[in-house]
T-cell receptor, first 111, second 115 residues
Framework: QQPVQSPQAVILREGEDAVINCSSS?????VHWYRQKHGEAPVFLMI?????EQKGHDKISASFNEKKQQSSLYLTASQLSYSGTYFC????????????FGTGTSLTVIP | EPEVTQTPSHQVTQMGQEVILRCVPI?????FYWYRQILGQKVEFLVS????????KSEIFDDQFSVERPDGSNFTLKIRSTKLEDSAMYFC?????????????FGPGTRLTVL
C-alpha cells in the first residue's frame, strides 16, 4: 500500500528545478505532500484532491493524476531552505483514518 | 498558533521495560494519530483514534502497543515490553475533522532509545 517515490535522492544547486514523483498501486482519494527537515517533524505542504488538479505553494507546486494514481511535486528555482526529505502520502480510504507515507526523497540544495 | 506537543523529547529505556509517550493534540482536533520513524527510514502509520476508540491500526501496532486518551487533553502511546527494534522517533499528529482532505499537524516527536 505504500506509495513509491522517485528519485530516492537528488542534489541541486540553488536556482535549479526538481521533480519528485509518487505513485501508488491503490486508488487515491487525495495526495498529501510533506517536507521533513533532519531531526524534525514532517510539515504539511499541500493536499491535492482531484484528478489533474494542480496546486501551488510559493515556488513549489504539485499535480495529481487520479487515473494513473500518480502525483508529482515540482520545485522551481530551488532555495537552500528547500533541503529536506519530501514525502507524499495518502489515506487509502475516504475517511482519512489511515495514512501511508511514501518512501521519501532526500533533496539537498547546495550554494 | 496552536501546535501539537509531545513529552518527553527523548526517552531511554531498558529492553523489556514499559514506556508511555505523551502527546497533547491541538485543542479542537478530534482525530489523533501515532507514527513511527526508524532512523533514516520512512514514516510509518501505527494507529488512529477517534471518539475514544481506535479507528484504524497497522500491522505494526500489535498487542504490545496501546493508546489512551486519559483526560480531555492528553493522548498516550504505551509500549508494554520494549524491544531493541522499538528504538525510533515516535510522532503524534492530530486532525480537526474527518475525511481525507484535511491535513495532519505533527508534534515534534519523541526519540525512544531501547538499550
Amino acid at each position: 500500500q505504500q506509495p513509491v517515490q522517485s528519485p530516492q535522492a537528488v542534489i541541486l544547486r540553488e536556482g535549479e528545478d526538481a521533480v519528485i514523483n509518487c505513485s501508488s498501486s491503490k486508488a487515491l482519494y487525495s495526495v498529501h505532500w510533506y517536507r521533513q527537515k533532519h531531526g524534525e517533524a514532517p510539515v504539511f505542504l499541500m493536499i491535492l484532491l482531484k484528478g489533474g488538479e494542480q496546486k501551488g505553494h510559493d515556488k513549489i507546486s504539485a499535480s495529481f493524476n487520479e487515473k494513473k494514481q500518480q502525483s508529482s511535486l515540482y520545485l522551481t528555482a530551488s532555495q537552500l531552505s528547500y533541503s529536506g526529505t519530501y514525502f507524499c502520502g495518502f489515506p487509502p480510504g475516504s475517511t482519512g483514518n489511515q495514512f501511508y507515507f511514501g518512501t521519501g526523497t532526500s533533496l539537498t540544495v547546495i550554494p | 498558533e496552536p501546535e501539537v506537543t509531545q513529552t518527553p523529547s527523548h526517552q531511554v529505556t531498558q529492553m523489556g521495560q514499559e514506556v508511555i509517550l505523551r502527546c497533547v493534540p491541538i485543542s479542537n482536533h478530534l482525530y489523533f494519530y501515532w507514527y513511527r520513524q526508524i532512523l533514516g527510514q520512512k514514516v510509518e502509520f501505527l494507529v488512529s483514534f477517534y471518539n475514544n476508540e481506535i479507528s484504524e491500526k497497522s500491522e505494526i501496532f500489535d498487542d504490545q502497543f496501546s493508546v489512551e486518551r486519559p483526560d480531555g487533553s492528553n493522548f498516550t502511546l504505551k509500549i508494554r515490553s520494549t524491544k531493541l527494534e522499538d528504538s525510533a522517533m515516535y510522532f503524534c499528529a492530530s486532525r480537526r475533522t474527518s475525511g481525507s482532505v484535511n491535513e495532519q499537524f505533527f508534534g515534534p516527536g519523541t526519540r525512544l532509545t531501547v538499550l
